[in-house]
């Protein structure tokens, strides 16, 4: 059975900085992309960056140049660091993973960005 648990959230001031992990299991699954989306109450789940396979990467637009994603193939795990950080990327993180013919998410991780 396939789990993602994201860690790592938490409360920091505006222009602080945050760094999000999620760990896959088990360690032998290969996943094609994975990648963080975040969604706030009210709003549709939106995503923030995705790690492709073959190594691309693919960040939006209103966190690019701020946030930076990564992973680690061997260890199954993916990063977002997130720097700058402003009130409106506060919501709730979660961790995404696809292979050829399931999709998985995490339980997410809260982030909040005070003023």
């Known amino acids: 059975q396939v789990q993602l648990v994201e860690s790592g959230g938490g409360s920091v001031q505006a222009g602080g900085s945050l760094r999000l992990t999620c760990v896959a299991t088990?360690?032998?699954?290969?996943?094609?992309?994975m990648g963080w989306y975040r969604q706030v109450p009210g709003k549709p789940r939106e995503e923030v960056a995705l790690?492709?396979?073959?190594?691309?990467?693919s960040i939006a637009g209103s966190v690019n140049g701020r946030f930076t994603i990564s992973r680690d193939y061997a260890e199954n795990t993916l990063s977002l660091q997130m720097t700058k950080l402003k009130p409106e990327d506060t919501g709730i993180y979660y961790c995404?993973?696809?292979?050829?013919?399931?999709?998985?998410w995490g339980q997410g991780t809260q982030v909040t960005v005070v003023s």
């Open positions: 790690s492709l396979s073959g190594g691309a990467t």
């Open positions: 995404y993973a696809r292979t050829d013919y399931t999709t998985h």
């Open positions: 088990p360690k032998s699954v290969g996943f094609n992309n």
